[in-house]
């Protein structure tokens, strides 16, 4: 479809026409002019930023060459990095004074959730996620032992039960003490006056130690059958109801508590889609638009059981004044659009291809006026703000650019200037080493910055790799440089002015399945100060919030606010390999590499799965994304690069694990061996020119190669 100097996909243009703007005050042929606009003023600008990109790092290679082999200058490097502009001077003090944050993001510490937005199932079940069963997740994870006689059977095991109600009870006693006994010694609670008394075994009554966390209440027929407590700005529900199975199994009749989980879900059009082509990206538009209409479903068929999932309406309590009070259903949904290094032809501009984060932010925006509607029943945001975070901009120069585009697109759609707020990945080695100059760029609308380990240690990798060979992924999460890009974070976000309106947040938890593990470790996150942590799924967000209540994050970060800034002496501390490895560790290193990397790239290549549970190579289930492919793809090249391992012996073993992740895939009804047939075999390709082309990618991204494969993919088996 031809709109002036655009041609349009079809399938595109008709989704906006008939589903997007339908009952919007725009016309097709008008917003798509007001986006030629956009693109012929911001366009070529963004191809000179990807552009800058390559000639830094060539000018970083020439100058890491010149180093290698001897003994590391500090000092020099942070002369050179400061000539060729790559090191910004810092600029002055200032505070962000970003609007209109919705209390999710701006007042309240919590899990987020990270989703794919291709799957409708996924998303809505993530939408949902703001609820959680402690019980239910209690019970069927291994944070409760799964030895006899408390192991999970096929009927209820009550053994198990016992442990649920004993950690529950120890959890409520935590946050709400009675002034009287135990959780576990309760048999009653009644209202007086509006406030909880609580009747205990041994004949007694008591009331709250602090009764200002009692929050409200629900009725079933004059019975109270529920009782909402507020601790750490999170809600906390009593289930109450002694004829439930349950409910039977306690004198108080508690059947259930529900915690306030995950308050935020990042709905994800970049590292955990494969999207490559206007079907796959209408359907991920679609979803985000049902989102903000609120009107996605989803109906699908589980253990032979057929499940229709639509959004959560909202819950109704009354306050302890006995006035209604209204509480979300939902989590407050934020887009992550791709990077400015991409580009798409699904919609062309004078015949060539545009940059793609301009129409996702374009159509995720216009998608959002729905929500920003005052017609609107399930809301999204409640201040009237769309939440875009912005991936892969290194430094300043790029969060300014988008800046720019997003004031662009608010003038086409007529909204208030700062409404598009922005989300700031710090996971390029750019934008850590001026991260406080690229949170200016963006003081008015930045809400959120956080840390990714895989991503940044890939470009790290990928930057500093003719300097020499870098140490096992392992040994590099303990480097100096590491511990000071995740406090730097946390550090200068609180120092200009994040506390009260934006989020610092921190990493993925990624093995969804080893969750007495995450509530050992991830507890981490909010003693460091971050206010929010990713978390892989509802079930882990529901376990992360009990952290949220062991921390009081706001009271840590108000302290933290008064202590010195990290220097970026640390943060430019190479990661290098310091002492000889044994044959055995080199090998070890690179199976593991190879393994993820296949059991990653052969989903994505041939289902056009993103995001999935991944098995390494000792078959423990990992959440894996594009950011895992590009921190393994591009440790394997620098080893190859630096001769630490040889061209065979990687091809050898990319065979190798090729089988061994065919053989973890056999149940699959799907999949397409790669061992069968190496040379055909589209993934085990794929894999291949990650490794062995890793040192020539673009900041060692791995978008490229994919969607070249996946396309020849879909042209194959579709």
């Known amino acids: 479809m031809r709109v002036g100097k655009l041609e349009i996909a079809s399938e595109l243009y008709t989704f906006i026409d008939t589903q997007v703007l339908d009952g919007l005050d725009f016309n097709s042929e008008q917003i798509w002019e007001g986006f030629a606009d956009i693109l012929t003023k911001l366009g070529a600008k963004n ?59 701006s007042q309240i510490a919590a899990p987020q959730l990270v989703v794919p937005a291709d799957n ?9 996620a703001r609820w959680g069963s402690l019980f239910d997740v209690l019970y069927g994870t291994d944070v409760i032992e799964q030895t006899p006689p408390f192991n999970t059977t096929n009927s209820y095991n009550p053994k198990r039960g016992e442990k649920v109600f004993a950690f529950c009870f120890a959890f409520l006693d935590e946050i709400a003490p009675l002034q009287k006994g135990s959780f576990s010694d309760v048999i009653k609670i009644e209202l007086v006056d509006n406030t909880p008394v609580f009747s205990l075994q041994n004949g007694t009554q008591t009331r709250l130690e602090d009764g200002s966390i009692f929050a409200g209440y629900q009725k079933k027929d004059t019975q109270l059958s529920s009782l909402l407590f507020k601790h750490h700005s999170l809600h906390v529900i009593l289930v109450l109801d002694k004829t439930s199975s349950i409910g039977a199994q306690n004198a108080l009749g508690l059947s259930d508590v529900m915690l306030e989980a995950a308050l935020s879900a990042i709905v994800d ?10 079907n796959d990206k209408v359907k991920i538009y679609r979803n985000w638009l049902g989102l903000m209409l609120g009107d996605l479903q989803s109906t699908f068929t589980n253990r032979d059981k057929v499940i229709h999932r639509k959004l959560n309406d909202d819950k109704h309590f009354y306050a302890p004044n006995a006035s209604e009070l209204c509480l979300s259903g939902r989590v407050l949904l934020l887009n992550r659009n791709v990077g400015i290094h991409m580009y798409t032809d699904i919609v062309q501009y004078d015949g060539a291809s545009i940059p793609e984060g301009f129409l996702d932010a374009f159509v995720v925006t216009l998608c959002a006026l729905h929500d920003l509607s005052s017609k609107k029943k399930l809301k999204n945001s409640t201040k009237g703000s769309v939440y875009i975070i912005k991936p892969k901009c290194h430094g300043s120069e790029e969060v300014a650019f988008v800046c720019e585009l997003f004031d662009a697109i608010e003038q086409l759609l007529g909204l208030k200037q700062f409404t598009i707020k922005m989300g700031i990945m710090d996971e390029e080695r750019r934008t850590s080493v001026n991260l406080k ?24 990798i990928h930057s500093i790799m003719q300097l020499g060979a870098v140490m096992p ?7 100096q440089w590491l511990q000071g890009y995740e406090d730097q974070n946390i550090d200068v976000g609180l120092h200009v002015g994040f506390f009260g309106i934006a989020q610092v947040g921190k990493g993925m938890w990624t093995m969804p399945d080893l969750m007495h593990d995450m509530i050992k470790t991830k507890i981490a996150h909010p003693l460091s100060g971050a206010n929010t942590a990713w978390v892989p799924s509802p079930t882990a967000a529901v376990l992360h919030a009990l952290h949220y209540h062991k921390v009081d994050v706001k009271a840590l970060q108000l302290m933290m606010q008064k202590t010195p800034r990290q220097s970026l002496d640390a943060i430019l501390n190479p990661a290098m390999l310091r002492t000889k490895l044994s044959t055995q560790e080199i090998q070890d290193e690179i199976t593991n590499n190879i393994q993820s990397i296949l059991g990653y790239v052969v989903r994505w290549v041939d289902q056009g799965i993103g995001c999935s549970k991944v098995p390494d190579i000792n078959d423990v289930a990992l959440m894996e994304d594009r950011a895992t492919l590009r921190i393994s793809s591009q440790h394997v090249a620098n080893w190859l690069y630096h001769s630490i391992v040889t061209h065979e012996q990687v091809l050898q073993t990319l065979q190798a694990m090729a089988k061994v992740v065919d053989a973890q895939n056999a149940g699959d009804p799907n999949y397409k061996n790669m061992a069968s047939n190496f040379d055909e075999s589209l993934a085990f390709t794929a894999a291949c020119d990650l490794v062995f082309e890793g040192a020539k990618q673009p900041n060692g991204y791995t978008e490229f190669i994919l969607h070249k494969r996946r396309l020849q993919a879909k042209a194959r088996y579709m």
């Open 473 to 479: 992924k392992e040994e590099i999460k303990k480097e």
């Open 437 to 460: 100059n690229t949170i200016e760029k963006a003081k008015e609308r930045v809400f959120f910055i956080n840390t990714g380990f895989l991503d940044r240690t890939g470009d790290e």
């Open 120 to 128: 409708a199932r996924y998303v809505l079940n993530a939408a949902n």
């Open 269 to 278: 059009c970049e590292d955990s889609v494969a999207c490559v082509d206007v």
């Open 47 to 105: 191809q000179e930023l990807v552009s800058k990109r390559d000639v830094l790092q060539q000018k970083l290679d020439a100058f890491y060459s010149s180093l290698k082999g001897k003994e590391f200058d500090a000092k020099a490097q942070k002369e050179f990095l400061q000539s060729i502009g790559y090191l910004e001077n810092i600029c002055e003090d200032f505070m962000i004074c970003t609007a209109n944050v919705d209390d999710e993001i």
